[in-house]
């Protein structure tokens, strides 16, 4: 306890030195969430970045995530406590192929949405980014007279064809953590909890999401949580969100959805960050998140378009 108190100490006192921010996603360590300025879901956190005035970003999050930052920020600092918090649907998607898709269907002159998920060279080649927060408004504004090549999360993007009714091409690829719950390991806790409200992250399959009572990004996980008048919710997303959640709701019973093996859901990716390395990232200002500039100047303008149409 004294050490991981002597730790936190020496992150406030590095970020000040560095006049440095603390961004932290809603997945990672309760330790970190604490000492993080801002903690947030994708969508957040890319309004924070875009919006700090301070010389150095430490990204508590995926890689993925604080690209965005940089592709945001060219001249700031942008580190990552573990360089290889990578992420499957990134994985799922190499730029090099959605190239040659986009090339080999030229003639279909598909309008391009890519979930936040995915590299700044997937970014570049895409008209625009959408969040799980802000994926339903990004595809409603999309031109009605071309198909939407959607990528890379054919769950989401399932997800989204519901709402909106807009047919989409769906890349396929999808989060490894959520595609984890089953319609069985969600059953299970409900027969435990029958009273329960059940919430859950688009990137489940939809044989979970027909179980849950609201289907949403993580932060918007928090309002559904702290308007609900009952008083047990069960959380069908990876397990850092329960944090985030007891600490803004403590009235509420919130239970993590569990898998067929695990009473909880853990991205490995979001886990490779730990205190430690933060304050050593803070400390080194390594490992840094460069980009390729003329990636970085195409990947910006989807990124923009996102944050203009999802005011
Ligand atoms: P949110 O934007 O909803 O936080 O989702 C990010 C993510 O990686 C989900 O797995
Ligand atoms: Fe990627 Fe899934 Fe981990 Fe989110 S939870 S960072 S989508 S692997």
Redesign the pocket.
Known sequence: MAASLDLKEEILALKKERNAVILA???QTGDIQDVADHV??????AYQAKATHAAVIAFC??HF?AETAKIVNPGKIVVLPDKDAG?S?EQACPAAELAAFLTANADRNHYVIAY??CSAAVKALSDVIC???NAVKIVNQAPADRPILFVPDENLGAWVIEQTGRKMDLWQGN?Y??VEFTRASIQRIKAEYPDALVVA???CTRAVRLLADEV??????VAFCKNSAVGNIIVV??SGMLHRLRKECPDKNLIAGPTDLCACAD?RY?KMNTLQKLRDCLATLQPRVEIEESIRRRAEIPLLRMLEQSK
């Open positions: 996603h809603n997945y947030g879901d994708s969508l957040g956190l999050g995926v995530m992420c649907l936040i998920n969040t799980s927060g989060c953590v959520h992250h688009p990137e949403c990004s993580t932060e918007k996980m997303t990876e991205c979001m």
